[in-house]
């Protein structure tokens, strides 16, 4: 079954440490996405990848890193320098574009809950 | 900027209807609806495009007034299952799909 996993689904870290979030995609999409979701509010995007080897920042990348080496593989490390880090991270992917045919939508992995203390 | 939802929160009784509202300040080429339960990912319900055209689920309903940069999501005949949070994103450029996510509407469904 094709679909987005999102490793593990529940993280915890000592402050000052950098780490790395999974997302793997078998849907053959191109473009994929990182948001961040904290309680009660809406989710915001961090990085969005629209092909391999190439990236762009969203709304709240400081702190953050990504790369797209492969077409299904997108990670996000967490870096110290991340103030508050500790939230609901998804990953998600679409085909990008809005071609008639295709499917429009973005599919969301199953997130990862990181805890830093 | 992100776009604006009301109500907040609404509860019904089953078998109630409802909408939920999305406004922007910004033009938009795009709203798309998706529906999240606690803990877990989002649901795609719905996608507007700038020009008419929408996809998404059969028993989902909604509408975008690209004049007013609004976009509303009708529930009808809701079901103890339509619980969950409803977001809406915007998107103000085609390209890539970069959205920007309301802050949600909690919905709850009583028996």
């Known amino acids: 079954d094709g679909g987005i996993t999102q490793s593990p689904k529940y993280l915890f870290r000592k402050e000052g440490q950098n780490v790395t979030l999974s997302c793997e995609q078998n849907l053959n999409h191109d473009a994929m996405y990182w948001y961040r979701q904290d309680p009660g509010q809406g989710l915001r995007l961090i990085y969005y990848s629209q092909i391999v080897n190439d990236f762009q920042k969203g709304d709240i990348a400081e702190g953050y890193s990504v790369s797209r080496e492969k077409k299904e593989s997108f990670p996000l490390t967490v870096t110290s320098a991340q103030k508050n880090p500790t939230a609901f991270y998804l990953c998600?992917?679409?085909?990008?574009?809005?071609?008639?045919?295709?499917?429009?939508?973005?599919?969301f992995g199953p997130g990862t809950r990181l805890t830093v203390t | 900027q992100q776009p604006v939802q009301s109500p907040q929160a609404v509860i019904l009784r089953e078998g109630e209807d409802a909408v939920i509202n999305c406004s922007s300040s910004k033009a938009l080429y795009s709203v798309h609806w998706y529906r999240q339960k606690h803990g877990e990912a989002p649901v795609f319900l719905m996608i507007l495009l700038k020009g008419g055209e929408q996809k998404g689920h059969e028993k989902i309903s909604a509408s975008f007034n690209e004049k007013k940069q609004q976009s509303s999501l009708y529930l009808t005949a809701s079901q103890l299952s339509y619980s969950g949070t409803y977001f809406c994103g915007t998107e103000t450029d085609q390209g890539a799909q970069k959205l920007v996510f309301g802050q949600g509407t909690r919905l709850t469904i009583n028996p």
């Open positions: 998600a992917s679409s085909y990008g574009t809005y071609h008639p045919g295709s499917s429009y939508e973005q599919y």
